[in-house]
């Protein structure tokens, strides 16, 4: 069994920098693909990014890419989402979550949830 945490959800400005962490434990993650999700209010949970455990390949949702950046630090068992340039449309829940596929956008093909944190950007 793997738990995830998030931390570093908050309020910021449009344009504010935030960084995301979720932290991992019950076993490495070091090889399970980790991604980040989220789901705003009276939305589906959508695709953000996620990376890769061998190589540390990276894919983005379009909205994103140039602003986000996933990272992951084995060592820690952490993985981390760098959210620069925020914008109001970007205001959610984001969720981390490891899947045993190399990659995928899809939420069914994730096995372990974190409980989530919330990020709100005002204009």
């Known amino acids: 069994q793997v738990q995830l945490v998030e931390s570093g959800g908050g309020l910021v400005q449009a344009g504010d920098s935030l960084r995301l962490s979720c932290a991992a434990s019950g076993r490495t993650v070091s090889s399970l693909t980790m991604g980040w999700f989220r789901q705003a209010p009276g939305k589906e949970r959508e695709f953000v990014s996620a990376?890769?455990?061998?190589?540390?390949?990276?894919w983005y949702t379009a909205s994103v890419k140039g602003r986000f950046t996933i990272s992951r630090d084995n060592a820690k068992n952490t993985v981390y989402l760098q959210m620069n340039s925020l914008k109001p449309e970007d205001t959610a829940d984001y969720y981390c979550a490891a899947s045993k596929y190399l990659f995928s956008n899809s939420v069914v093909n994730y096995d372990y949830w974190g409980q989530g944190t919330q990020v709100t950007v005002s204009s």
């Open positions: 990376i890769s455990g061998i190589g540390g390949t990276t």
